[in-house]
């Protein structure tokens, strides 16, 4: 990825006087107001890469302090040759400019070079509507966005407020009508799914990961980010789109083409030939930029974590956090920590525009920031060396010493706790982050991955060896369980398991979310599949798959690999195994006493898919969304007398209000004096020692 300030590249208008006054054109009242509806936007050409320098693609995202800052983003076929963005609290006097900063990158694969700029606009009002319009500033006749009027955004509200975002991940691509070309995983419903945002009209859109699978069609991926873009703008122009990378962010490329020896990854197993790109400082050879991240650094610009520049060994951009009202939200890159690969591998040699991509070729991105440390007696494993997780426990630390922050989300892409029957639970995660999420009262992890809507019961710590080895995932390979019983999967442990009950206190426990059903084609809401359905505690438990081995897939030759053990999913607490499509909403009400209690009420909304029929096919009616489920959560506010989260110790043994393992179950594999006995061992939280500062 390269980065070029306006005064270093040759497209630059640095030193261009940027207070002048623009009016908008042709733009009579009537006109402006239907500019101002949040649907309006002029028509895209979605194709190939294309030709011209108008803006396209067009999104926001939230600078340093949402309140007073915003970054719009946007992409051009070829460099404009001076782009501005012009913006004011009047629709009718845009009285500032921005002038934007150029990223490009070029695709390792195909060779085609992207232009993406990022106009960071700061010093703004609290809760303040701006409107803005771009030009590439070419002449005679300049490229605009929108192509006529204007479009606007509104800044977070300061202090204790209450506002709505919203959340799902997995989305892809419309595909046509909608879009150029049915790409992998393309599917209607992505087009529909940005139009319910907007439909929602929150203050922004949490992006959980997995944006477009542009890795998935490996010689066209600028195109498939291209119609994504597209897609999307019709959005993230409106309002922020707070994006993190979920493991098909991690693309492939030939830019530097050389051959990788061996290595051994963590279970011993030696790994030979060129997909032993492994973690802990080895430069994945085929990757699209550093760790194959170069298309995302590219084209999105978030609030700067303070770890330095890529191009220094810094990671900044690769994961962030940002505070609205009394929210602290932490978005967090889960290739770092988890067992399960990119999915970003060729099983057999691939030819492409640049060369051939040799068979096993593979990009594993675990441990990227930095090794993690060595595993403790119980299973979890400190931060060591990785910064990504240094910063985690330090920015949580911060969060609960800070008496103005409520709640913590985080956002993540792959997934701690899931019993979908695609990719399930990770191993690797819940080593890593449950126990700092454990620690500082996490209230909630948003998360994509598995194409589908689950919610946790509110969770923590952990049981102790609770797995049992499914039979027959990778035979032959060394990364078979057979059957095995007692493996560990650290199950982790809820505090309440009563399915009639909406409302939880989350100081109490974490709950985590599977939000991936934004809108692929490939669905995955069955669940269970790996194991039995087993009796705990009187009620019956579905089975969770979960990833125990790391990076399987190089032996097994399949993608992201596939669990090894199954759970009882005793944390499992609403699936939907009715639509694998939704969105979530979120609305947060910060209350209104110190130390009173503050809420945030989720709404889950489902869909059928869009289907659609004809050749080529027709647009498909919108798919109705209806709500699931209404969940309230409740935490009480850190401006109290005695904070439950600032300066107290770490939570160490929870009260369990409804135990849930107090009668073991008859059929667990184990026999019910060992599962009684894991379940005394591990009622107590487990620490991860003293976080690094
Ligand atoms: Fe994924």
């Not at 119980?378 to 911060?398: F, H, K, M, S």
């Not at 979960?546 to 993608?559: C, E, G, Q, R």
């Amino acid at each position: 990825m390269t980065e070029l300030t306006p005064s270093s590249h040759p497209h630059s208008v640095g030193g261009r006087v940027i207070s002048r006054r623009v009016f908008l054109k042709g733009t009579g009242g009537i006109a402006l107001a239907g500019a101002l509806a949040p649907f309006l936007f002029e028509s895209q050409a979605y194709g190939a890469l294309g030709t011209g320098t108008s803006p396209e693609q067009v999104h926001l995202q939230w600078g340093a302090d949402p309140t007073s800052s915003v970054v719009i983003s946007w992409a051009s076929p070829t460099a404009g040759p001076n782009p501005i963005v012009n913006y004011g609290t009047s629709a009718l006097l845009l009285t500032s400019t921005s002038v934007p900063i150029m990223k490009t990158y070029t695709d390792g694969i195909s060779g085609e070079q992207v232009f993406t700029y990022h106009a960071s606009l700061s010093g703004l009002n609290p809760d303040t509507t701006y409107s803005y319009n771009i030009s590439d500033g070419a002449t005679p006749v300049a490229g605009t966005f929108p192509a006529s009027g204007v479009s606007s955004f509104t800044t977070a509200p300061s202090g204790r407020s209450a506002f709505v975002f919203t959340s799902f991940g997995d989305l892809g691509t419309p595909g046509p009508p909608f879009g150029a070309t049915k790409w992998g995983e393309s599917q209607y419903n992505a087009y529909y799914a940005v139009s319910q945002v907007e439909a929602l009209a929150p203050l922004f859109h949490l992006m959980n990961g997995d944006l477009c699978y542009a890795d998935k069609n490996q010689t066209s991926q600028a195109e498939v980010w291209r119609d994504f873009g597209l897609n999307v703008q019709r959005s993230a122009a409106n309002r922020p789109w707070m994006p993190c990378i979920g493991n098909h962010e991690i693309e492939l490329g030939v830019t530097q083409y050389t051959l990788m020896g061996s290595a051994s990854n963590e279970n011993g197993i030696t790994l030979t030939g060129n997909g032993a790109v492994y973690s802990g400082g080895s430069y994945p050879q085929f990757a699209n930029g550093k760790y194959g991240q170069a298309s995302y650094l590219t084209r999105f610009t978030v609030p700067d974590n303070g770890t330095g520049a890529p191009s220094g060994g810094g990671f900044s951009g690769s994961f962030y956090s940002f505070r609205i009202g009394s929210v602290l939200f932490i978005s967090l890159d889960a290739n770092d920590v988890a067992y399960q690969d990119s999915g970003a591998f060729t099983a057999t040699a691939q030819a492409t525009p640049s060369g051939t991509i040799p068979a096993g070729t593979g990009v594993y991105n675990r441990q990227y920031t930095g090794l993690l440390g060595t595993p403790n007696e119980d299973n979890t494993i400190p931060p060591g060396n990785n910064v990504q997780t240094q910063w985690l426990a330090n920015t949580l630390e911060n969060a609960a010493a800070d008496t103005t922050i409520d709640w913590i989300i985080v956002q993540m892409h792959q997934t701690a706790l899931s019993s979908s029957t695609d990719n399930g639970s990770d191993l690797g995660i819940r080593a890593a982050w449950l126990p700092l999420f454990d620690q500082y009262q996490v209230d909630l992890v948003l998360c994509g991955h598995d194409h589908d809507y689950e919610r946790s019961f509110p969770v923590r710590g952990f049981n102790h060896n609770q797995g049992t080895g499914i039979t027959g995932t990778g035979t032959g390979t060394g990364f078979e369980r057979s059957g095995q019983t007692g493996v560990e999967t650290l199950q982790p442990n809820p505090v309440i398991t009563d399915p009639t009950v909406t409302q939880f206190d989350t100081s109490k426990g974490t709950v985590h979310l599977i939000l991936g059903g934004g809108g692929t084609n490939k669905p995955d809401n069955t669940y269970g599949g790996y194991g039995s359905t087993t009796t705990v505690d009187g009620r019956s438990v579905h089975a969770a798959g979960v990833n125990t081995y790391t990076n399987p897939k190089i032996v097994a030759a399949a993608n992201k690999g596939l669990p090894d053990t199954w759970e009882p999913a005793i944390w499992s607490a609403k699936t939907d195994t009715a639509d694998a499509y939704g969105i979530a909403s979120f609305s947060v009400d910060p209350g209104t006493t110190a130390g009173g209690t503050t809420t945030l009420t989720l709404q889950y909304y489902h869909a059928p898919p869009a289907i659609a029929s004809g050749t080529p096919p027709a647009a498909p009616p919108p798919p109705t969304y209806s709500v699931l489920e209404t969940i309230t959560f409740t935490r009480p506010r850190s401006d109290g007398a005695s904070p439950v989260r600032a300066g107290g110790p770490p939570v160490e043994t929870p009260e369990f209000a409804n135990p849930v393992l107090a009668v073991a179950a008859a059929s667990a594999a184990a026999g019910g004096a060992l599962y009684l006995a894991s379940r005394v061992r591990s009622a107590r939280l487990v620490r991860v020692g003293t976080p690094p500062r």
